[in-house]
């Protein structure tokens, strides 16, 4: 398993790969890989996501699209993969790294 977080100038990156093989009791095994990658900006208010699944070699899963919140308060997430589908974002979503920087200073203050 990896684990990575970067930061750039406008944002932060974070980045998760796994690969595991799997045996059963008849000695078959099955190779899965799957990761993704997220772009959130610095202000908390884009995120670009992607991830995906190899079964024995073969991508089973891929799916890739934004989240953004408008000026308005309002927010959507838009896919283009698997298929172009685009939903609300609840008010109060919270984005991955907006939320630990949120739970760092909570903790930090002394709040529980």
Same mark, same amino acid.
């Given at each position: ?6 930061? %750039? ?46 079964? %024995? ?56």
């Amino acid at each position: 398993m990896k684990l990575e977080l970067r930061e %750039d100038c406008e944002g932060w990156t974070l980045e998760q790969l796994s690969d595991t093989t799997i045996y059963d009791n008849a000695g078959e095994s099955e190779h899965i890989r799957w990761g993704y990658t997220i772009w959130e900006s610095n202000d908390g208010k884009t995120l670009r996501f992607s991830s995906f699944r190899k079964v %024995d070699g073969e991508l089973v899963e891929n799916i890739r699209g934004t989240a953004k919140w408008k000026p308005d308060g309002t927010g959507e997430i838009t896919y283009v993969q698997p298929t172009a589908l685009t939903l609300p974002l609840e008010k109060g979503t919270l984005f991955p790294i907006q939320y630990q920087q949120t739970l760092l200073k909570a903790a930090a203050s002394g709040e529980r």
